[in-house]
């Protein structure tokens, strides 16, 4: 890729008129933290970050074994553990872009109290921990990848459409109240890309993921608060917000 020139994604682009301009974030020079990156999709946004010109980009030890390359700073963070995420902040501090990706694990836990901990309550503390860094570091962005809704989920009853309705308006929430310090908060929407188990193989997929990354890096670079990865996604945010007044106020 020619970092002499903006990353330029071209494809699928939603039928709605973008929202107002934001605060604009550049991938160059950027110091990223990228949760999720032992992930296929978590390792697309290190390989994104470093090919737009990050300057240094804090990830999962797997990736950096899996990328090697020198800007590359290995670690550890579970978001569950308290301790991690304490030690994340104190090893992090010149972070100024917060990639927050919660690999769906639907298929293994179901949906319920764990899965809203996992992509809510985690989310929120992991933000809210490194809220003063970006503060101190500019302002910064935090891209959070959503994680899709399964309306058709089996036994999932009223739940995957409450769990999407509750994150998609953290997510709102958390850039409704970072704006104050001048945090940029993008919300990801993946689609299929992002739904429950494989929709294709190896290959397409991986091209999915790159495709989802320089869509996200460009929405940052044009100062927008979503980016929507195909229809689905555009419908999914379509469907949650219609029927959740929370996120029909937010706007």
């Known amino acids: 890729m020619d970092l002499s020139t903006p990353c330029e994604v071209h494809g699928w682009s939603p039928k709605a008129p973008p929202a107002p301009p ?17 992930s296929e999709l978590g390792q697309a946004f290190v390989k994104g970050l470093l090919e737009c010109g990050a300057a240094k980009v804090y ?25 991690d995420l304490a030690r994340a902040v104190e090893l992090c501090p010149d972070v100024n872009l917060l990639v927050v990706y919660q690999p769906s694990r639907r298929g ?32 910064g962005a935090v891209v959070n990848v959503l994680p899709s809704p399964e309306r058709g989920y089996r036994g ?16 709102e929430a958390m850039r409704v109240e970072l704006k104050a310090q001048g945090t940029a908060v993008l919300g990801v929407h993946p689609g299929d890309l992002g ?3 494989p929709r294709e193989g190896r290959d ?11 869509r ?4 940052l670079r044009a100062g927008r608060h979503q980016v ?3 229809t689905r996604a555009e419908e999914d945010w379509a469907f949650t917000k219609d029927g959740s007044p929370a996120l029909a106020a937010m706007g």
């Open 228 to 230: 929507f990865v195909d």
């Open 156 to 171: 999932a009853g009223f739940r995957a459409p409450a769990l999407s309705a509750a994150v998609m308006a953290t997510s």
């Open 59 to 83: 990830a999962d030890i797997s990736a950096a074994r899996s990328i090697q390359d020198g800007r590359i700073i290995p670690m550890k963070l579970d978001m569950t553990a308290r301790g």
């Open 108 to 139: 293994v836990l179901g949906l319920g109290r764990r899965e809203l901990d996992s992509t809510v309550y985690d989310v929120v503390r992991l933000v809210h921990a490194f809220a003063p860094a970006l503060a101190r570091n500019g302002g």
């Open 22 to 38: 934001g605060f604009l974030v550049e991938a160059r020079g950027s110091v990223a933290l990228v949760t999720g990156a032992q």
């Open 216 to 219: 996200a890096l460009d929405a």
């Open 195 to 197: 739904a429950v188990g």
């Open 204 to 214: 397409e997929r991986a091209g999915a993921s790159r495709r989802l990354v320089g």
